[in-house]
């Protein structure tokens, strides 16, 4: 298969945007209470995808441009969050 078939992205965001995109997930998503459980747990997805053989890319998200986006869309983040994490 090729590269460009396996491609998987994943959102990532910083430590220092963490409490931002919690506040901005109603009900808080699902988002693990730190941003270290969140990141070990990410970490894990990772490797597992890598080694199933798929060309694994972070995309880190910025909070700000995300709570924007959200306010002009008026999309739930936890429902979206929900269908894209199981």
Known sequence: MS???NLVGISWFR????DT?????SEYGGFKETYEE???????HYKKLKKLGFNVQKKYIDASKLHKW?????T?????H?????
């Open 3 to 5: 590269d460009k078939k």
């Open 15 to 18: 430590p220092e945007q963490w």
């Open 21 to 25: 995109l919690r506040k901005i997930s």
């Open 38 to 44: 969140w990141e070990r747990s990410a970490a894990s």
């Open 70 to 74: 959200y306010e002009d869309s008026k």
């Open 76 to 80: 739930l983040i936890d429902n979206i």
């Open 82 to 86: 929900k269908e894209h994490a199981s």
